[in-house]
T-cell receptor, first 115, second 114 residues
């Protein structure tokens, strides 16, 4: 079975540009999570969805960040406008409510560099 | 207060030896789950093992076992017969019963040498 798929794997952009990160969760999973990983702050949860509905976006740093999940097999994380401090690895993860403790399975991540 | 604490920033172990990576947690929720993830240098986060707070026995998955000591609030990862491919960052995480969120520790970098 395919795991969580993220694209692009690497993104280099200039400050002020719009960036869109994409995620396809594991088929049948009903939870989707977006994380950001930096050396300074470690792994941070940005937002998560249950059955395509955003449940908690308290980790989204500011209004420049937005996330959508138009259907069960696709989600986007958008940054507009991007800033150098947004440089990080962004992970998408999915899980199933069927699993007792809902272990999360991560995608390979998108390494974002904003210059 | 930190909910998940990993006090070992780095650990070394010789190939074929066992190693224990420490994790302590803090919660007042009687229902919770504890997880370990591996992050090799390639960057992906790989789920290894989990333990529920009500599980009577320690979880095991192949060479990985979770030494769960509830009274001490510790959930140490034991890797038996270390291999060079075990060199990676290892993260401990917790999910409390009332939420869907995982809280991660700061990680331990394990290096396995021949």
């Amino acid at each position: 079975d395919a795991g969580v798929i993220q694209s692009p794997r690497h993104e280099v952009t200039e400050m002020g540009q719009e960036v869109t990160l994409r995620c396809k969760p594991i088929s049948g999973h009903d939870y989707l999570f977006w994380y950001r990983q930096t050396m300074m702050r470690g792994l941070e949860l940005l937002i998560y969805f249950n059955n395509n509905v955003p449940i908690d976006d308290s980790g989204m740093p500011e209004d420049r960040f937005s996330a959508k999940m138009p259907n069960a097999s696709f989600s986007t994380l958008k940054i507009q406008p991007s800033e150098p401090r947004d440089s990080a690895v962004y992970f998408c993860a999915s899980s199933s409510a069927v699993d007792t403790w809902g272990e999360q399975y991560f995608g390979p991540g998108t390494r974002l560099t904003v210059t | 207060a930190q909910k998940i604490t990993q006090t070992q920033p780095g650990m070394f172990v010789q190939e074929k030896e066992a190693v224990t990576l420490d994790c302590t947690y803090d919660t007042s929720d009687p229902s919770y789950g504890l997880f370990w993830y591996k992050q090799p240098s390639s960057g992906e986060m790989i789920f290894l093992i989990y333990q529920g707070s009500y599980d009577q026995q320690n979880a095991t998955e192949g060479r990985y076992s979770l030494n769960f000591q509830k009274a001490r609030k510790s959930a140490n990862l034991v890797i038996s017969a270390s291999q060079l491919g075990d060199s990676a960052m290892y993260f401990c995480a917790m999910r409390e019963g009332g939420t869907d969120k995982l809280i991660f520790g700061t990680g331990t970098r394990l290096q396995v040498f021949p």
